[in-house]
């Protein structure tokens, strides 16, 4: 699958003022990235590689693609894919529910993209240390970049919705989406939500768990309200004590991390779930402009042994320059999730998951993120 690569120009900054484009830049890619923050755009290949930022084909990466069992869960009962039929707005025949799916993904139905849209598509992994190369994917968040509308969309695609995928290789899959990337790999994943919610994705950047925890640490912590019941959800899962509580609160990399994990006592769970790792990703980006650009560095030397990505380095230093230039570091955030609650439907058989209305879910994340859709629902 070919994607577009729009390369800006690279304009040299003046030495004079160095300093303030240092930092800059590394705020701005943290914002964009989150872990592909770097030093300078002069000499920066050398300093990403140094650090050991691991630049990869996404097709290098498919893992467990050898397999002739094409379905992983077991079809929706009868009762329940008439409930689900109800739902569907855009794709209406007397087929099955696995055939819907098959259909949603392989209608042809156009990508949009746009040339101010910056889609990068961050993946979290646990891989109990290390470069993740394999593993569900258990977060799924595009961050999206609108350099004309000035703002930052972070859209969680939640792992537990059934749906069709298909390897490199053509075996296809009914599945949780977080399900794709152990089966076929990051290109398998990209595929996946690309043609699911018919939008273009430009790259792709998986992290280790780990990294979260590591990278919180060394900015000092980050600041979030955390409920009582809340901390010692956290403190009897992890077995540990002094887990902080109320507003405002400064809570250390394992904290942090176990904020962004705990799903099973919310009542939404997964949802919940996903806008907690958006409020972790929105601390972090606030906590990093108060920072010195020697801490900055410190996140960078930390991370760089965690990130696994299909950008180029080269691409990094114009999407850096380009950062400077559009003030990205500036750009309002905003987040969702995909699919809304509107287009889902809970399903507690074999295995908990999300029926999803596809197209209506592709239809308002294409507004979300281009302000405009090019589905049609009937």
């Known amino acids: 699958m070919e994607r577009r690569r729009d390369v800006s120009e690279v304009i040299e900054i003046p030495q004079k003022k160095k300093n303030i484009v240092l930092k800059r830049i590394l705020i701005s890619v943290l914002v964009i990235f989150m872990v592909l923050i770097f030093a300078s755009v002069v000499g920066v290949m050398f300093y990403m590689n140094s650090i050991g930022i691991n630049f990869i084909d996404t097709q290098d990466s498919i893992q467990n693609d050898n397999t002739d069992d094409k379905v992983l869960f077991e079809d929706i009962a009868d009762e329940e894919k008439d409930e689900y039929y109800d739902m569907m707005t855009a794709i209406r025949d007397d087929s099955d529910l696995s055939s ?155 904290h942090a991390l176990l904020f962004a994990r705990m799903r099973k006592i919310y009542v939404t769970g997964d949802v919940q779930r996903s806008q907690n790792q958006r409020k972790v990703i929105n601390a972090i980006i606030k906590k990093s402009k108060t920072l010195s650009i020697s801490d900055l560095n410190n996140v960078v030397q930390t991370l760089g042994e965690y990130i696994y990505t299909d950008c180029p380095a080269t691409k990094i230093v114009s999407l850096g320059t380009s950062a400077i230039i559009g003030k990205w570091y500036d750009f309002q955030v905003y987040s969702m999730e995909a699919p809304p609650l509107s287009a889902r439907k809970e399903y507690n058989g074999n295995s908990w998951m999300w029926l999803v209305d596809y197209p209506y879910s592709a239809q308002y994340v294409q507004k979300q993120i281009y302000g405009e859709s090019n589905i049609v629902i009937q």
């Not at 849209?117 to 609108?146: F, H, K, R, T, W």
């Not at 930052?152 to 075996?171: K, P, Q, V």
């Not at 399900?179 to 994705?201: F, Q, V």
């Not at 950047?205 to 409920?227: C, M, R, S």
């Open 100 to 254: 819907q799916l098959y259909s949603w993904y392989t209608n042809g139905g156009d990508h949009m993209a746009s040339n101010n849209v910056l889609n990068i598509l961050i993946v979290g992994i646990d891989a109990s240390g290390g470069v993740p190369m394999e593993g569900n994917s258990d977060v799924m968040m595009l961050a999206s970049v609108d350099k004309k509308g000035g703002k930052i969309t972070l859209c969680s695609f939640l792992r537990d919705s059934y749906t069709y995928f298909e390897t490199s290789s053509g075996n296809g899959y009914y599945s949780k989406l977080n399900a794709a990337y152990a089966n076929g790999g990051a290109d398998c994943l990209i595929n996946a939500i690309e043609y699911n919610y018919k939008i273009d994705i430009d790259y792709f950047v998986a992290v280790d768990f780990e990294a979260f925890e590591k990278v919180i640490d060394a900015i000092g912590g980050i600041n979030l309200d955390v409920t009582e019941k809340e901390a010692r959800a956290m403190e009897d899962y992890a077995n540990i004590t002094g887990v902080p509580y109320g507003e405002n609160v400064l809570l250390s990399g394992e």
